[in-house]
């Protein structure tokens, strides 16, 4: 199963110098707000705050879910639970802007939770839970045990693979079916990591396998991506394109097509291959140029909401489309084209923070935005605040405050 080591080695390490003499064409040459980064800084102290409310009252052995401002109810969840990473994830995020000790502690005290989820081969979902928090905690204070944690979350995560689909498996269902959704090109990043650090070419094998897959069967002529696609296991062909989390199965949910464009930027990163840079381009271009993206622009939940404009808003997407945009300006192959990546999601930054979106400090349970939408045909998590929201919302700000300078490297 494994190439030779030293030929993986020196061809991650041939990649890594591509991959950093392109991103440095592109330092230097994005000018930034300063009122705008002022106003980050401030946005970090205003979050590291929040997330102190969320320490207080979150009991010890749950993560933090959602939380209802209409009914002032706070929602927890087990480590099982698909975002349990991004707690101790935003938590190191904040640690490495504001460096309060208090952020760290809790987020060493809350990965120790998280630790057994390593061996969770029921989800699809381990790049969310394990490499937004280890790796995150890594990146800032490298241990070996995080790199075992994380080479055996990559290992629990192949387990899913299905070489005759050419994808990894997302949600366990009746034997006939075998579902695959967009969401699960966010968990590749956790494969091309464990290639790096091991030299086993499996784990680079297994996403870009499953990267292609997704772009010759989810995506719909004019870019727009379809969220769950029901393979036949044994042939491999598609036997269902459908939705569970949007409006229609024909319709373009949001936060699906925000996943999309963040995953399609990161297989670029990792590839170089141009096919994954055209694929996050033509995403993007269908997102910014789509009739009913908000000049604000943050989201409507799905663009074919049917009651737009008066249909909910979801800050997720905002803070995901907002956070890739930022990477993706600095591989797009035309300087007009990385421009316009680069000023929306400084507008989304912008939108994000104001009073619209951001909290009040002291409430909403700790939370720092609200306004996302989690499962609305399901009645599940609407206009509330989630824990990705914050998460992504973070990175975003951590990216525009660093553009002109490598980023680091859980952060590309």
């Given at each position: 199963?494994?190439?030779?080591?030293?030929?993986?080695?020196?061809?991650?390490?041939?990649?890594?110098?591509?991959?950093?003499?392109?991103?440095?064409?592109?330092?230097?040459?994005?000018?930034?707000?300063?009122?705008?980064?002022?106003?980050?800084?401030?946005?970090?102290?205003?979050?590291?705050?929040?997330?102190?409310?969320?320490?207080?009252?979150?009991?010890?052995?749950?993560f933090p879910r959602n939380f209802d401002p209409k009914t002032d109810r706070f929602v927890t969840s087990g480590s099982d639970w698909w975002c349990s990473g991004f707690y101790p994830g935003t938590l190191l995020y904040l640690y490495d802007q504001t460096k309060d000790q208090a952020l760290y502690s809790e987020s060493d005290r809350i990965l120790k939770l998280l630790e057994k989820e390593k061996n969770n081969k029921t989800t699809h979902d381990l790049g969310f839970m394990m490499f937004c928090s280890f790796g995150n905690a890594n990146m800032i204070a490298p241990k070996p045990e995080y790199k075992d944690i994380l080479l055996t979350s990559a290992k629990s995560l192949t387990s899913r693979f299905n070489p005759k689909t050419g994808t990894i498996k997302s949600w366990d269902s009746k034997t006939s079916d075998y579902l695959v959704i967009i969401d699960n090109m966010m968990n590749l990043e956790l494969l091309f990591w464990a290639t790096k650090v091991t030299g086993d070419s499996s784990y680079h094998k297994i996403a870009v396998t499953h990267a292609n897959t997704t772009i010759k069967n989810h995506f719909r002529p004019n870019y727009s991506s379809y969220h769950v696609i029901n393979y036949n296991s044994q042939t491999g062909e598609v036997q269902e394109k459908r939705t569970a989390q949007g409006f229609s199965n024909e319709s373009t949910w949001a936060r699906g097509q925000a996943w999309g464009l963040y995953g399609f930027t990161v297989m670029y990163r990792e590839t170089k291959d141009k096919k994954y840079l055209v694929q996050a381009e033509k995403i993007a271009k269908f997102l910014l140029n789509h009739p009913n993206l908000p000049a604000d622009k943050i989201p409507f939940w799905d663009f074919n909401a049917p009651d737009i404009p008066k249909a909910l808003r979801d800050a997720s997407a905002g803070a995901i489309m907002a956070s890739a945009l930022l990477e993706l300006s600095r591989y797009a192959e035309k300087a007009a084209n990385g421009k316009t990546y680069y000023n929306v999601a400084e507008t989304m930054i912008k939108t994000l923070s104001s009073d619209t979106y951001k909290t009040n400090q002291g409430t909403n349970g700790g939370f720092i935005l609200k306004h996302s939408v989690g499962h609305l045909p399901q009645k599940s998590e609407v206009d509330v605040s989630l824990t990705y929201a914050d998460y992504y919302y973070i990175e975003a700000m951590a990216r525009y405050k660093g553009m002109n300078q490598p980023f680091k490297s859980i952060a590309n």
């Open positions: 199963m494994k190439q030779s080591f030293v030929f993986w080695t020196a061809f991650i390490a041939l990649t890594a110098v591509i991959i950093s003499s392109c991103s440095a064409q592109k330092l230097g040459t994005f000018k930034k707000d300063t009122d705008l980064i002022k106003a980050i800084d401030k946005n970090f102290l205003d979050a590291a705050a929040q997330y102190k409310v969320m320490m207080s009252t979150l009991p010890a052995n749950r």
